[in-house]
């Protein structure tokens, strides 16, 4: 018996088991209409306060489905990645201790099938189930992407990045299952790994990051208030070096706890629109793109705090400033000129780093096969020990 | 008896031990069971039958000991003993939301038979179980007895050469149990090797040939393989007429025990050609005679004296 015709016939036992019950449709259709609901709320809301935004005079560069389409586009992913998140132990979680409870796993583990093919038919079952919620919510994803000229890329790789965190948490809830005999215990430890992964994550670095705060001299080119401070108006001549003493964060200590977060690793990992590529910053405020928002954050927070900075073009009037691909400063007048400085630090734009995702990622698959390796090591018969409350039959 | 010494035993167990925590569930327990032979596993409550059924079954490592079946070691060899194996627990689930067919079809698949094969395993089985009408049907609107017997066909599917049955007949109506005891019969011909658990001694009596009895988790010689004449066994006696039947008891000098039944007495008897002398003889004296039976069968005055030994 090849290793995938096992495989498949304990998918298609699971599949058959999970899907031919009522509860299944009704669950799935009250979340089709729950997804529709929700994604029609965002959809209007953004659109309500751009047209909003305009009647109060507010100027807006860009036309109201560029400006509100990546903001739609990216609540609904992280919405539908939040749910994936909460549905998936579901389906995953009570598979080995409900099957045991029910009397259904000892005999299938006397058969010729191996562990690896019971834990990974049943992974792949409940997996595949999940999917069956997020494609549900496709529709809504294309209204989204019609809207915001998202590119079809960017929606393959948010939604593969979901998927393999979908799978990620089936395999927690596996292993949990595996280990734990009452299904309740299992569900909760499971839900607790997928708090530890989005919530604690965030905690953790909001508490360390002030814990971790230590003074530190930066050289700083501008002009130093308590020398300087007369009446005449600041010019960029009065600019020197100094030395100041200032509080490091070290966040660049921390980052990789918020990059285990799942919301994190498929926002760092969704390609920039164009319109992102040059100016990050200006993208995330004018958009409110939240894929791009943590993107943003999660990479300035990598980044470690520098040594030598400018303030001397604080002096000047300009509209705004941007760092571009080389580190130079630029700085734009309200017309959308560029002025007339040299900055004498050069500043790598927010961004342009390694990405964050595929540390997050490689974690977070690490995880996973850690509880998978676990599922199988506990459905290995013949049985050597027995962990206690667990009977084999 | 049927066993040949050059025949490799469907099962063979040597001083298989498992404790759980400080429980010996399985305290040294030796025995082989023969191809072509039914082998019933007695035992009382907690004496260890499950748990050994749950290492031959390959469920379950034994702390130290070995055995195997069909020839396969049962830990160095796992899967392929498994293989050869169809085992029956004493309790177990199905699939709710799956056909009879369905459930029979993906034990085929996970034993390693095709499509086809299972398929027409599984109907053949049905066929042969009287399920065939509940093919279609979800397995939850089965009866007890329905399932039990799905149960057993779902130990069949892959056509093992062992069978590990526990308790196969509870829940079975007397016609399945009839039905039950005629297929052991026909499986154990056709050269397969049977191991059946029951706490229902009487059914067991009609199906074994060879029986081992546990206690405590250990095997014990319950005299189980000594002739039967040798054996003083219960017979009831009961005629018309009681007094004379007990005025012939003292003359003849046969010791007897009074019956619930006011017309009956219990007397031993070593075995049935000294139960037919007395039949002559009370006959001959004009006892109106109308039962002679044994009290018990082998098999449950075999259990009594085992525990008697236990208390």
Redesign the interface.
Known sequence: MSFFSGLSTVVGLELRQRVRSKRWFIALTAWFVFIGFISGLIIWTARFSYTQLQTEGYSTVLDINAQTGPMVFGTITLFVLGMGLLIAPTFSATSINGDRAQGTLATLQATRLSAAQIASGKLVAAWLTSLTFLVAALPFIIVAVVLGNISAWQVIVCFAVVFVEVAVVCAIGLGWSALISRTAGSVVMTYMCVVGLTIISLILVACLVPLNMEQGKVRVYGIDTWEYYDDTEPKVTDCTWYESEETFYHADRFWWLTAVNPFVIVSDSAPLPDAARDNLTGYVSSTGDPLATIHLAVRAMAEPMATERDDCYWVLQYYESYHDAEGNLVLLDQNGRRMDYESPVKVMPVGAGPPVWPWGMASNVLLGAAFFAVACRRLKVPYRTLPKGIRVA | MIAADNCVPGIAADQLRRS?GSVRAVDGATFTAPTGAVTALIGPNGSGKTTLL??L?????ADSGNASVAGHD??SD??AA??Q?G?M?D????????TCM?ILI??G????LDKQQSAARAAQLLQRLYLADFANQPARVLSRGQKQRLGLA?ALV?DPQVLLLDEPASGLDPRSRVELRDLLRALAASGKTILVSSHVLSELEEVYDHAVFLSRGRNVDAGSNTPRSTVLRGWRLGALDPVALREFLVRSDIPYELSASPDEVQVMLTGAASAAELVRAAVQAGVPLHTVTPTTGRLEEAYLALDEERA
């Open positions: 759980f749950l290492i079954a390959g469920l379950l490592a049962l830990v796992s899967a498994r293989a194996v085992w627990p309790t177990f689930g199905t699939w709710d939301a799956l369905e993906t034990f698949r996970a034993y390693g779902r892959h």
